[in-house]
């Protein structure tokens, strides 16, 4: 193997951790996110593990689907909770932050 090789099966390597770990900070702020959208729609206990859970899926499913922002931002929109985009959004930035912390912490 060159050294050339061995550079780029560093990076590739690199690549690929990193990404694991950007997909598991996304979905971690995401639970975090859902939980905090629950209480602000007033659920709790076992609905608001649900709703998380929810939200975390949304991030999953089919390209036409909504995100988690669309997601919270509809069910927000159909309960009356006043929260703009931005809030949400700032509050998501918030919560990435967070996770990415906690997952380099070993949490």
């Known amino acids: ?11 590739e390597q690199q690549f690929a951790h ?5 997909f598991k900070a996304t979905a971690r702020r995401n639970k975090m996110l ?14 608001a593990d649900s709703y998380a859970l929810s939200v975390v899926m949304s991030a999953f499913e089919d390209a036409d689907a909504p995100d988690v922002m669309h997601k919270i931002r509809k069910d927000f929109d159909a309960k009356g909770i006043a929260q703009s985009d931005h809030q949400i959004a700032r509050h998501m930035t918030e919560l990435m ?6 997952i380099k912490a070993g949490r």
Do not use: N
């Not at 193997?1 to 990076?11: G, I, L, P, S, Y």
């Open 1 to 11: 193997m060159t050294t050339f090789d061995k550079r780029e099966e560093a990076f």
């Open 18 to 22: 990193d990404e694991e770990l950007r």
């Open 34 to 47: 859902g939980l905090w959208a629950a209480e602000k729609l007033g659920l709790s206990g076992a609905e």
């Open 97 to 102: 932050a967070k996770a990415i912390v906690d």
